[in-house]
């Protein structure tokens, strides 16, 4: 039995190194896009058009929406 908790353990572990490893690839693909002002002008209105539709979405859904 201690052998099934020291496994159980490493999950949390393989998720969070896993989660790390998207982000830190996915910055590399995008950092050199960053050196353009244009590029990262419109980077940055993606990614503020994509947690607003995001949030407004789960708000609507969840039903956290004033009446």
Request: charged share 10%; glycine share 8%.
């Amino acid at each position: 039995m201690d052998g099934f908790w020291e496994n159980v353990l490493r999950y949390p572990r393989y998720m969070v190194s896993l989660i790390l490893g998207i982000f830190f690839f996915l910055w590399e693909q995008i950092k050199p896009l960053f050196k353009n002002p244009v590029t990262a002008t419109a980077i940055f209105g993606l990614m503020i058009g994509a947690f607003s539709f995001l949030y407004f979405t789960l708000k609507a859904m969840l039903g956290l929406a004033p009446v």
